[in-house]
């Protein structure tokens, strides 16, 4: 207001006056009927995402208040998933180790490939070569993930016999690879096929980012005398870092809730194997979706608080995520 | 040191377009040499492949020699990261790393080349940014990132960080047009400074400045669009603004055109 007030000079006065209403007005710039409809659009849009935010979120928590009211086991420890007996008894440990594991599997896998492929197809391929995996990338964005579930299970599951084979001759004796010859359908593979599924995601991101760094800062590691390596050392990457940190956010985020691939591909248990490689375990969005049709009025109230606790884990993974960026906004390229 | 370098019959392409024509120059070390010339007509393009960053733009590609002292950059075997990291250079627009601190943009150049101890680059930077006159300026907040510093000193910074690895010649692709006139003044002084220390070629389309800063000065022209930029010629930069042997760079220097 003050700037108004200076720049405009109403009046040849000895004592600046505050400005004019009529002046206020069309700064603001509300007066005009277009302005004013669409800052309603807009505000309305805004606060839509809140409400519906907030919606679910309380459906959620009531739903969920009522079965844990009934819950006589520990909601948080219980390795049981009973909440039609009596008393009822029902626990998310299993499913809360489940989807942590198979996503940090997933995320192992997926981010430095996804990384390597962006940085392939931006700063070394041949720009046709680039443009075809680019391409193909997308393509496998688009598959449907109950046919990553088929694929898993029929064709992932029985070929990686090998691999468990090999991991647990090598890597047995640490326990968390000991195999003892079942078939694949373990957190392990479910990782995998998660790991494949959102490659692309993260690797469509990545290579946008990637593209985007200045020429100039490319060219002044050049210029020092930088190897094509030490150029995106030192100028790509650490420009590209937060972006590449919110694209595996947006593939973690994927991975938590995935539904089919995984309850296709898991042979579910209640219980937690010290090995990845055995059988069994589960995830909050496979176990709803292969219990929620059987269901009684107080199971289903149970599988909405075990959804409430994903809810809130993918709320903290969204958190940490924006923390990360913001720590290091200051020497981020977007000031540059 | 300062290195001579010697060009000869060079010509410079983008793709198929030729876009520098023989041109053949020697400059001379520890001395600047200032490349003026219209819009287009090569100049800056002949800088950068001065020092092989011609042909990292796609379809860049030169044939001809360019001599530093006896060697050829353009022989068989010679490796372009070793070229650039004996002839450094700064841009037009400063281009510090932005997430690098004051610190870390200075020793950047050192880090690629090689191991020092702690004690050794504090040093190596300290002497640097005195060097590029910005030491006072910054000594406080080296810790800080370079991007956060105005414009005249990012360009300062870039100046220390292209001199920190001792290379033999500076190459300046318009190091003043986008500062204002007092870190302009700040630059040029500093340029009188290095050339003690090293062989300067800049690039400007400030006749004034080629005037205050440089020994030599190179007048370069094109005939028409879409034709190769020529040398017209090079000689005393005191000669070149007042008694040319060509009538095109007097028109040139005089305003007739360009």
Redesign the interface.
């Given at each position: 207001m003050d700037i108004t007030t200076d720049t405009q000079k109403p009046a040849p006065s000895p004592a600046p006056q505050p400005t004019a209403p009529r002046d206020k007005r069309t700064a603001r710039g509300a007066s005009r009927p277009g302005d004013r409809i669409f800052v309603g659009l807009s505000r309305g849009s805004g606060i839509l995402v809140l409400v519906i935010m907030a919606a679910i979120a309380a459906f959620l928590t009531y739903r969920a208040w009522l079965a844990i009211s009934e819950d006589e086991a520990n909601f948080f420890t219980s390795f049981e998933w009973n909440p039609t007996g009596s008393p009822p008894e029902f626990g998310i440990a299993v499913l809360a180790y489940g989807t942590i594991v198979s996503s940090v599997i997933a995320m192992a896998i997926a981010v430095p490939v996804s990384v390597g492929i962006a940085l392939f197809i931006t700063h070394y391929a041949p720009r046709k070569l680039g443009g075809l995996i680019g391409y193909v990338i997308d393509l496998l964005a688009a598959v449907p993930s109950i046919v990553y579930g088929l694929w898993g299970a029929l064709v992932l599951v029985p070929h990686l016999n090998g691999l468990y084979g090999w991991l647990d001759t090598y890597l047995g004796w640490t326990g968390i690879f000991e195999w003892n010859g079942g078939a694949g359908r373990s957190l392990l593979t479910v990782g995998i096929l998660l790991a494949i599924m959102i490659l692309p995601i993260i690797t469509n991101v990545s290579r946008e980012v990637f593209r985007q760094v200045p020429r100039m800062h490319e060219e002044a590691a050049l210029a020092l005398g930088a190897t094509r390596w030490e150029v995106i050392r030192m100028s790509v990457i650490p420009f590209g870092r937060s972006g590449v940190i919110s694209a595996s956010m947006l593939g973690l985020g994927r991975a938590l809730g995935e539904t089919m691939a995984v309850a296709m591909v898991l042979s579910p248990t209640f219980d937690i194997s010290a090995s990845l490689l055995d059988p069994g375990g589960g995830t909050f969005a496979q176990n709803i979706a292969s219990k929620f049709n059987e269901a009684t009025q107080m199971g289903r109230d149970a599988l909405i608080a075990s959804g409430l606790v994903l809810f809130v884990i993918t709320l903290l993974v969204n958190g940490g995520a924006r923390m990360i960026i913001a720590r290091r906004k200051e020497y981020s390229g977007a000031n540059a | 040191m300062a290195k001579r370098i010697d060009v000869s019959g060079l010509n410079a392409y983008y793709g198929s377009f030729l876009a520098i024509e023989d041109i053949s120059m020697t400059v001379e070390p520890r001395s600047v040499t200032a490349f003026i010339g219209p819009s287009g007509c090569g100049k800056s393009t002949f800088l950068r492949t001065l020092?092989r960053?011609h042909e990292?733009t796609p379809g860049g590609r030169v044939d001809g020699k360019v001599m530093l002292d006896d060697e050829n950059l353009y022989g068989a075997g010679i490796d372009p990261?070793?070229?650039?990291?004996?002839v450094?250079?700064v841009?037009q627009?400063p281009?510090?790393?932005?997430?690098?601190?004051v610190y870390d943009n200075v020793a950047?150049?050192l880090r690629?080349?090689g191991k020092y101890k702690k004690s050794e680059m504090d040093g190596i930077v300290e002497k640097s940014l005195r060097g590029a006159n910005l030491w006072n300026e910054v000594k406080d907040r080296l810790n800080k990132?370079g991007?956060?510093l105005s414009g005249g000193q990012q360009q300062r910074l870039?100046i220390a960080?292209?001199i920190a690895?001792e290379p033999n010649v500076l190459l300046m692709d318009e190091p003043c047009s986008a500062l204002d006139p007092i870190s302009t003044l700040a630059i040029e002084d500093l340029i009188g400074e290095l050339k003690e220390r090293f062989t300067i070629v800049i690039v400007t389309h400030n006749m004034q400045q080629a005037a205050r800063v440089s020994d030599r000065t190179a007048f370069f022209n094109l005939a028409a669009v879409g034709q190769p930029g020529k040398l017209i010629e090079i000689d005393e930069t005191e000669r070149i603004f007042s008694n040319p042997s060509v009538q095109a760079t007097e028109d040139y220097i005089s305003g007739r055109f360009g």
């Open positions: - | 020092n960053m990292v990261v070793a070229v650039r990291r004996e450094g250079m841009f627009r281009n510090p790393f932005p997430t690098m601190s950047a150049g690629l080349n990132p991007s956060g870039c960080r292209a690895v």
